[in-house]
């Protein structure tokens, strides 16, 4: 960008702590002509001035110095025009100031160090801000919205024909798209088809119904705009987004279609029972699972397996199997809801006849309480906390459990006809290929071990977004849940299928980042084929041709800049995010003659949770040391070493990078990007060793967004350490 104009607001405590006379001196000092300063550049008549100045001086960028970039992105837009948001009021006049002993907030005039008072400070930091926002500017392009060259698919395909693939395959139909439904088995409905009844799907949650699927077939069967394949596979899934390739084999015959999204519905399996001999399954005749007992109750015969006598009394072991590091470790969400349910089937079937259930959580999901309370005030239904400790098999076919810990303090022993194990679930994925993918990384989704083979995602930030842009997961294949939470998540993932498509269309990214356009580029001239972007990319992006140069599937890319980070030869670049970009805003800022104890540390912070932190901390009017330069990156995962050489070079006395949480509870939008930055560090420490530095002046932390004291505690901790080790040795070289 040439024609660059700086703007900076006087407003928010900006213009009585900073002397925007310097500042803009500043910026002329760059070659910047075209400098204002104003007071609310936000407001109407702000905004109506920048435009002026904009029309009037043919400016192409402008470097806006007030609040920072996550408030007032509406209102700082000015079309084609580049614009970058120096953040003087969050990042410097709300953030940094001069503490007492007792951290009391003092005069700016304080002396710092060697004779310089923090107000020279705030302003050197201030100025390094407008500098780096000057150097932004001169190496900055506008993204332009990708375009490929084949023309998109709005078609939908959905991959299941239960609830959730139903209800997701009925949405889409009546918001007017194509859809293309794939179920396995030779009919529709799933497991729920094969039910006897369910609990209610809307208020008053205390009663039984039939199976609802038997209606949301006919609405789908209806439905000019769902082609129904059944008794078919998918065999193989080609391409990204928009442009799917999709194979479907149906009884031997295969066709392949365009596909522009997909949801995931294939619903679950019962954990196996054969590992559950410990409670009788396989042993004793009349043990058997919920499913089981369902199947039975479906059928009307709600007999004993043993000899075919009807059942007068029945005990529900809850949690077989599962909340047990040795085979579940999670809550199936469904089961207690499933015993419940199948007492009111027995007690129903026989008013004499008893129903035990013997837990040890009752967990009915939101109203479903109100269900509970029905079985609960029933005389013939009787619920204990406790602990089985044996299963074995009683005179004329009755089985005695032996249950210990109970509400009553004593040991029960409890003789029925018939135990029935509350067995959980497990998504068909861990045990089938259902998507067999034409991906580098595998044709499976990519599993983390905390997600026990459930389709991985940021369940918090981005519910139904798979690591596979363009594929989201509903149902019981997304997380374990009841009917009524199915068809609640295949109606979200249907509207996320919907949004992948429109911003396909229009040309920007996805998710997260669904406002950008830019994409990354490949200099392949340069590629050493080290294969690094193709390994470490998150959301399998990139494929490899038989040369292992990268294959590029931009509509599959999340724009995290992980691969950006990853590259050793720096051949790797978006428009408005580049190895020259960042180099050169480091290089932009002053740094102070080595002697003078006036430290510089630069912070490189992850904009999806350490940034907004720093914001909210200076809401709080919370202070970090002045010294700090921060510079906000996509994610820690887009940072390359060649940033850490470039400060280092500069003379920068410490670089800290801050980023989300990994790991079991990790926290990061882009799931891999801060824990690959972790394993990057390796190869920075090499680099300090070789040069005999310290290897704790470049340090990388984590932060949840929420945790304000602790970036306060490790920004000044950090400031702290690399003070005692002293300035760094290549300053002013």
Known sequence: MDRIGVFICKSCDIGRRLNIEELEAVAREQGVASVYSKDFLCSKEGREFINSKIQEEGLDAVSIGACSFRVNYDVFNFGKVAVDRVNLREGVVWSRFPLGQNGEILDDSVEVVSGVSFKDELMALAKDYVRMSIAKLRT???PEPFKAEEEMSKTILVIGGGVAGLTAALELAKAGYEVVLVEKEKELGGFVAKMKAHCETRAPYRNLVEPVVKRLIGEVEAQDKIKVYKGAIVSNIAGGPGFFKVKINQGGKEEELTIGAIVLAVGFKPYDPSKLAHLGYGVIPNVMTNVEFEMKAAQGRLVRPSDG?????????????????????????FCCLASLKQAKYIREADPESKAYIVYSDIRTMGIYEN????????????????KVTGVKEGENGK?????DETLFGEPLEIEVDVVVLATGMVPVTAEEAVLNLDYRQGPALPE???FYGYADSNYICFPYETRRTGIYAAGAVHQPMTIDQAIEDARGAALKAIQCLKAIEVGHAVHPRTWDYAYPEWDLKMCTQCKRCTEECPFGALNEDEKAFPIPFITRCRRCGTCFGACPQRIINFKDYSIEMIGSMIKATEMPEQGYEQYRFVAFVCENDAYPALDMLAYRRMSIPVSIRIIPVRCLGAVNVSFIKDAMSKGYDGILLLGCKYGENYQCHFIKGSELANKRMENVQETLQQLALEMERVTIDTVAIDELE??????????ELIKSYGENPFKGW
Do not use: M, W
């Open 448 to 450: 983390l071990e905390l």
């Open 309 to 333: 006598t009807p059942i007068k009394s029945v005990l529900f072991i809850q949690c077989a199997g599962q909340r047990d590091e040795n085979h579940l470790p999670y809550c199936s969400s």
């Open 371 to 386: 269900f509970y309370k029905t079985l609960q005030d029933d005389p013939g239904v009787f619920l204990t906390k406790g």
């Open 140 to 142: 900055y392009k506008l």
């Open 710 to 719: 602790k970036i306060v505690h490790k920004c000044n901790e950090f400031a």
């Open 399 to 403: 089985v005695r459990v032996l249950v």
